[in-house]
């Protein structure tokens, strides 16, 4: 049989074997693709979505077109995969690995929402992650602007990648600094792994260079407090364990300020050790202003 033609019209075994026809794959399996196939799709690209759609493809890896009723060889396959994803039908999440929608959407052109994207890359590289800074607090209600990327502290890959159309940015750190999270089940299906609002206000603290979070955190901290969305003991739980001393001092001071209680605010002096210098309460600020001694914090405003 020709590679160039790699559906036969009559049923084989193989085919029998995968429960598909050489018949439905050129046209009847999919009805739903038919009108954007006949307009935009060659004759692979659309025995390939009939596949798809038949085997309920979610994700396709290289190698897996080769094994199946298409019967391509692996040039074939790479260049089908290829334009697909320069094409906008599928999308690539590296090399060798593509997601591949449902079904196509008017226009023929398709990207995998944020969190089936980023399942999608940690799920293959075995990896474990959490939703945090931007995209943390705008659902949170901390802040109001929706983020244009997805932020994503991850113990697998750090920089910036790219899925479809979907913008990630990758945050890689120890794996004991992933913790406290909360699990959301997305429109899609997809289960989201988010940093808690507590662990977000912390970050916005600790990550406050990378989040632009501090001033601004600590008027969150403190409308979170008034209005009991977080308590001050969960603040002082997830400082203590994700927090370094700069932000140790900072959370103490704020806390210490807002009047709680000296048993959580001497949970937070133990864990550090004396000394004499002193931090800005706003670090891109000029280091002026009244001090307190216990926190060694310059209250630079």
Request: aromatic share 8%.
């Amino acid at each position: 049989m020709s590679n160039a033609n790699p559906i036969s019209i009559e049923k084989t075994e193989k085919d029998a074997w995968y429960g598909i026809s050489s018949k439905s794959l050129a046209g009847g399996l999919a009805p739903k693709y038919n009108t954007i196939m006949k307009r935009a799709l060659g004759n692979l690209e659309s025995q390939f979505f009939a596949y798809a759609q038949m085997r309920n493809l979610q994700v396709v890896r290289s190698g897996d077109l080769v094994h199946s009723v298409l019967r391509l060889n692996a040039d074939q396959e790479r260049k089908l995969l290829s334009r697909l994803s320069r094409g906008g039908l599928i999308a690539r999440v590296r090399q060798g690995l593509y997601l591949v929608p449902p079904q196509l959407p008017l226009g023929g052109v398709w990207t995998p929402d944020e969190v089936t994207a980023l399942n999608a890359l940690m799920k293959d590289q075995k990896g474990r992650y959490q939703i945090c800074g931007p995209n943390a607090f705008n659902r949170y209600g901390f802040d109001e602007q929706i983020p244009n990327r997805l932020y994503a502290y991850n113990n697998r890959i750090s920089g910036e990648r790219k899925i479809g159309m979907v913008q990630l940015t990758l945050i890689k750190v120890a794996d004991k600094r992933l913790g406290e999270t909360e699990v959301v089940k997305t429109p899609s299906g997809e289960k989201a792994v988010y940093s808690s609002r507590a662990r977000s206000l912390l970050d916005a603290v600790y990550d406050w260079s990378r989040f632009n979070g501090v001033p601004r955190a600590y008027e969150w901290i403190r409308n979170e407090l008034a209005e009991k969305r977080v308590t001050a003991a969960e603040l002082v739980k997830v400082t203590l364990r994700y927090g370094d001393t700069g932000t140790v001092r900072r959370m103490g001071a704020l806390l210490e300020h807002e009047g709680v209680k000296k048993s959580l605010l001497q949970q937070l002096e133990l864990s550090l050790k004396p000394t004499t210098s002193l931090i800005p309460w706003i670090p891109s600020r000029p280091k002026r202003g009244t001090v307190n001694r216990r926190w060694g914090v310059v209250f630079n405003k």
